[in-house]
């Protein structure tokens, strides 16, 4: 194993294996081992870091690496070919570990490949490989991130409490409920589960839907307000409720509700996101926004670190954290739905 050890991990290691043999010598008398030796350097890429809800994991990974490892940060821009760039200059570099938040989900084998040819272990992180992680030919690469369709299950129940306990927002009153989806980057495992969940969610429990529209808006707030601002145009009030895969488009198409006169007087539309941003939240509290989902930034931050610290050192990826691997070697954060009645849920796991 690649010798990286800090007088802070040693102890850390210390302290947590006392009675598993290994650490004896170092904890007989509670002093730790006197090897003088570095924090693991561990290389990052972030698709890009104009992503509202990356950024905060970005910080939070940030911040649970304080002490525990060193960071080479790299913002991909969204552009694959540049992210193939950072990985090879950072395993040129000789990081210890390597995460990566993928541009493309479908780069995941030529990625891993990199890795597994430098012997360095891999976290890929929020966008998952299509076939899965275990499928991908190499033994040090884990995922860690959620489970895409429960977000749009989520998302689907939140709508149907709120439209059945509100028959107004049944415009036309056929009992149908009309919808526009924005919608992530196509491809994006999150998006799609997302679009066909909240769905399938809402036709199950035997509301009828009819689709008005569904475009992808990138998971981009100026990008949204210019999807709702044709569909305002096209549907006007025929829309009575809107689908977002993301708190960001949701922000988005708000805007271009309140340049229509949404949200004054009786002119209102339900809009519903997911992630549960910050400035999301000030939008569920003033009545904009009605709902979102909680996809937690500092659990997948956490988590992807800590499993990217113990790869690093060898040790089992799970060692010291609370959290387990399914059968496609994936750590999955779990999702929350989240209204003006929990929103102290939300604002806890982005630290507020
Ligand atoms: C999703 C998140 C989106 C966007 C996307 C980027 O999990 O909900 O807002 O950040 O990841 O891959
Ligand atoms: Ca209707």
């Not at 989806?181 to 009828?208: C, F, N, S």
């Not at 809009?271 to 009545?287: C, K, T, W």
């Amino acid at each position: 194993m690649r010798k990286f050890f800090s007088m802070f991990l040693i102890s850390t290691m210390a302290l947590s294996f006392v009675g598993c043999g290994g650490a004896d010598d170092s904890a007989k008398d509670g002093s730790v081992a006197q090897e003088a030796v570095e924090v693991p350097t561990i290389g990052v890429c972030i698709y890009k870091y104009d992503d509202n809800f990356m950024s905060y994991t970005r910080q939070a990974i940030e911040k649970a690496a304080e002490g525990k490892a060193e960071l080479i940060m790299n913002d991909s821009q969204n552009d694959q070919a540049k992210q193939n760039d950072q990985i090879d200059t950072m395993i040129a570099k000789g990081v210890d570990s390597l995460m990566v938040n993928l541009v493309d989900p479908g780069a995941a084998p030529a990625v891993v490949e990199k890795a597994k040819n430098a012997g360095i272990p891999i976290i890929l992180f929020n966008k998952e490989y299509q076939d899965g992680t275990h499928n991908l030919d190499y033994d040090k690469v884990w995922y860690v991130g959620t489970t895409s369709e429960e977000s749009g299950i989520i998302q689907g129940e939140v709508v149907l409490d709120a439209w059945n306990a509100n028959p107004s927002w049944d415009k036309n009153g056929d009992g149908t409920m009309q919808y526009v989806m924005l919608m992530g980057e196509p491809g994006h495992p999150d998006a799609e589960a997302r679009t066909e969940w909240v769905v399938k969610t809402i036709e199950e429990a035997g509301v009828p839907t009819e689709e008005l529209g569904t475009q992808t808006a990138m998971w981009d707030a100026a990008q949204a307000k210019n999807m709702m601002e044709t569909w305002l145009a096209a549907n006007g009030d025929e829309i009575e409720i809107v689908f977002s895969n993301n708190d960001g488009m949701a922000m988005g198409a708000i805007e271009a509700l309140k340049s229509e006169g949404y949200f004054e007087g009786d002119k209102y539309m339900p809009v519903i996101g997911i992630d549960a941003l910050p400035e999301a939240l000030v939008l569920i509290e003033n009545g904009q926004l009605m709902g979102t989902v909680l996809n937690d930034p500092l659990g997948q931050g956490k988590a992807s670190l800590e499993l990217a610290i113990n790869a690093a050192l060898g040790i089992d990826v799970l060692t010291g954290t609370e959290w387990v691997l399914d059968e496609t070697k994936a750590v999955r954060v779990p999702y929350v739905g989240i209204t003006t009645e929990n929103i102290a849920v939300a604002e806890e796991a982005y630290g507020l």
